[in-house]
């Protein structure tokens, strides 16, 4: 049986340490059945972003009267979102050309199950051997699939998920109708998307708001600007789909009164969140544990409960996004190769949300902080309370007025950054940066490995805090007012649970 010295399960991010390793001379193998790239370049947040940045211009175009500028959309040119989409998404080939030229790999073109200690069998979709081999280590990075639920006719009215938008169920054009079960991150993207391009757009979500990953305010100010777009069902529970005069019908059932209503469209589009593909590993026959939701457990240092076995990116299940995983993967090349051990810290993990308006996000949320037992001090500023707000035209009190939360402890410690509006992507960056800041500040120690010490123990008095904002010049006007000066309307907030 042939024998590598790394095996790599997925060829998406975690393609940057089969190179690491091809470099340094190991005899390599990949397992890979899809295409290369990962979920990200093929069917999540690049593809994805191509479809955002037009619909961004629709709503921008139409935000422009209020500044005295009138625009008119003439012409949604779906073809070439379309094709520029492909462009993109079609650059896996040339990453598959790439690996077939390296000396020292071979790659599998199917799916990997686990034999034995640090043994695996790939088949392809058919069932059909492809080989059989050990490996002194490996690294699972196999992502993760939609989640479906168990609703009544959905599998026979037929349905799309992220998978099979971005492939063989990709539309010609947009919908003329749209439901959209599921409110989170990809629902709210996805209803922002089509809602822009003129899809009659509806979303039954189950929970009491959208992107319940975010503060209240944040949810609530986010509905209230897709309202004016497209149709929004909190606290309904998708029940049961069927079809009528070729259109799929959804009833919804309202978790607090009881009642039932029809909700018509073209398509269903399912966001219901996110499952491991762990289950198709059959770790079980290898060691590797697993939590109750079938994500792979890893520790502080990417190490599953197996020996010389690690996990990466989606497939342990810690915040699913891309950037995560290239952090996860600095630190793993590291443990693989230099012959050292670092920590891994997801304290600060940013993202955004490319809704409209769009959304940022650092670090926890108050009512994280509070259970948490932190004393804290919170700031709310909106972009009509800077001078380029308003020149942007959002005035006090108007319903599209965005703003930034912005959480700390007495301490003057960065606990949470979340903004929505635009630029928020870019406006919370900052924040991440100086909660990541200051921690080499510590005297070295005959015997002290600070790669192993976390971050908060080693810490500048200023590590992490907004000290450096407060003490700058920001440039005027400009929307980094809109952060930087929230750290003056900051005011304690009881932190005692009642």
């Known amino acids: 049986m042939e024998t590598y010295d790394l095996v790599v399960v997925g060829g998406g991010s975690a393609l940057s340490v089969l190179t690491m390793g091809l470099n340094l001379g190991l005899k390599c193998a990949l397992v890979e059945p899809d295409k290369f790239g990962g979920t990200c370049l093929n069917r999540g947040c690049i593809p994805s972003k191509i479809l955002v940045y037009p619909a961004d211009l629709i709503r921008e175009a139409q935000h422009a009267k209020k500044v005295g500028i009138s625009v008119k959309i003439e012409q949604v040119d779906w073809d070439l979102i379309a094709k520029r989409m492909w462009n993109k998404i079609n650059l896996n080939e040339g990453i598959e050309k790439g690996l077939s030229r390296r000396k020292h790999l071979t790659v599998y073109r199917g799916y990997g199950e686990f034999t034995g200690n640090y043994e695996m069998t790939v088949n392809d979709k058919d069932g059909n051997n492809l080989g059989n081999f050990k490996g002194d280590k490996f690294v699972i990075a196999t992502g ?9 006719g959905l599998e026979e009215v037929g349905y799309i998920e992220s998978e099979s938008f971005f492939g063989e169920k990709f539309p010609e054009k947009p919908w003329e109708s749209l439901i959209i079960i599921g409110g989170g991150v990809i629902a709210a993207e996805f209803a922002h998307i089509f809602s822009a391009y003129g899809s009659d757009v509806t979303i039954v979500e189950m ?33 049961k789909v069927h079809k009528e005069d070729g259109l799929k019908v959804l009833t919804a059932k309202n978790l607090q009164t009881g009642e039932e209503q029809e909700v018509k469209g073209q398509e269903i589009l ?6 491991s593909n762990a289950d198709n590993l059959k770790l079980e026959n290898t060691g590797v544990a697993i939590d109750e939701k079938g994500w792979i457990i890893t520790n502080e240092f990417l190490e599953t409960s197996k020996k010389n076995i690690w996990c990466v990116g989606d497939a342990n299940g810690r915040y699913q996004f891309r950037h995560k995983a290239n952090y996860e993967l600095k630190i793993l090349k590291k443990n693989l190769f230099s012959g050292e051990k670092h920590l891994v810290d997801y304290s600060s993990v940013p993202w955004a949300i490319f809704t409209y308006p ?15 037992g932190y004393e804290i001090y919170v700031g709310i500023h909106h972009f009509s309370e800077i001078a380029k707000g308003y020149a942007m035209g959002f005035e006090e009190n108007a319903d599209d007025d965005g703003f930034v939360k912005l959480i700390a402890d007495k301490s003057h410690k960065i606990l949470g950054a979340h903004v929505i509006g635009p630029f928020a992507a870019i406006l919370v960056q900052q924040f991440v940066y ?6 080499t500040c510590v005297e070295s120690e005959e015997n002290l490995d600070l790669r192993i010490i976390p971050k908060h123990v080693r810490a500048c008095p200023e590590g992490g805090t907004f000290s450096p904002i ?29």
Not at 270 to 275: C, E, H, K, Q
Not at 358 to 371: D, F, K, N, P, Y
Not at 470 to 483: F, G, Y
């Open 144 to 152: 993760a699939r939609s989640f479906i639920p168990p609703i009544k």
């Open 358 to 372: 769009q959304i940022g996000h650092v670090g926890i949320t108050e009512a994280e902080a509070i259970e948490k």
């Open 470 to 498: 407060d003490n700058s010049m920001i440039i005027h006007p400009s929307a980094n007012e809109l952060t930087a000066w929230a750290i003056g309307v900051l005011k304690p907030l009881k932190t005692k649970k009642e």
């Open 434 to 439: 100086l909660m990541n800041a200051g921690f």
């Open 207 to 239: 929970l009491p708001r959208l992107v319940s990953t975010e503060e209240p305010e944040i949810s609530e100010f986010l509905e209230k600007n897709m309202k004016k777009h497209l149709n929004i069902l909190v606290n309904n529970r998708a029940v």
């Open 270 to 275: 399912v966001a219901t969140g996110r499952r």
